[in-house]
């Protein structure tokens, strides 16, 4: 009786040990990723549309990247990837506290800019010490343009750049914040420790703009926008622009995120053609110059 349940014991162990096996061959491991079946599903900020629209046979979901950051955050965005900037897959990381996106590859990058009216950058340039910079022009942002060495038929000072929830917004506006800093090593704790952030901040945010909006009404709607060098270079025409490149330096760098899906790597050489052809430099940085995600998770106002 006890070599029969011996024998019996032995037999359960092995049938079991069998199907735990099989289990984690079918999943690829614990670790895996859902099984690569069906059409690849690709969420991508709007400004990179239309490459991403280029890519045959994939389901392109176009859409700011603060909510794809969300989606991802909550467990709701069901893609196979994200065509965004860096470090916009870190700030959806972040506001999950945790590892909510996968593997990326650096594609393609363009240079953060100002792009300005060139007159009216050199009326603004002395008060700015010599170089119109983020601190000095959104510190003029309401201002008439007589208080600052400009002409009375100018109006007051309007500058911008794209709402701050738009995959280029944020990467601006962090930018632009190290150009009040100093530098992009600042920390959460210095909006309130700096008494004049606040309301520095609140005029560079105030009117959100496009480089589009500021070419299309040129020179009276926008003073200056925020931009990258690729969109003013494909985009200026004829117009008298001043190219201004903030001091600390930073780039919009594109980037192809694994979100449940690895199958949505293979897509970045594709993607790398397409974005070549409209512009984008190719090699990009390792580093974009930019503030942490942490804070750019901050100035987003996505945590609350």
Known sequence: MKRFLAITASVVMICVAIVIRSSIDDRGGSAAKKPS???????????LAEQCGGLPGIIVQVEDAA???KKIAAGTAHIDGWVTFDP????ANELARAKVTGKSARLVASRLVIAMVAERESALAP???GAVNWKCLGQAIGKQWTEVGGRADWGTVKAGSPAASSGLGLLLLGNAASGYFGNADFATNDFDTDPGFNFWRSNVTS???SFSEFILKFPAAFSAVGTTDREVQAGKGSRDVALLTPDPAASAVV?????DDQ???DLADDLTALLKQAGWMPDPPDATGLPNPGVLLALSGLAG
């Not at 079946?37 to 400004?47: D, Y």
């Not at 980037?255 to 979100?259: D, F, G, P, S």
């Open 37 to 47: 079946s069906g059409q690849v599903t690709i969420a991508c900020v709007t400004e």
């Open 207 to 209: 009117t959100p703009a």
């Open 255 to 259: 980037v192809l995120a694994e979100v």
């Open 88 to 91: 916009w897959p870190e700030i």
């Open 263 to 265: 199958r949505a790597l």
């Open 127 to 129: 008060t700015c010490g």
């Open 67 to 69: 909510v794809t950051a």
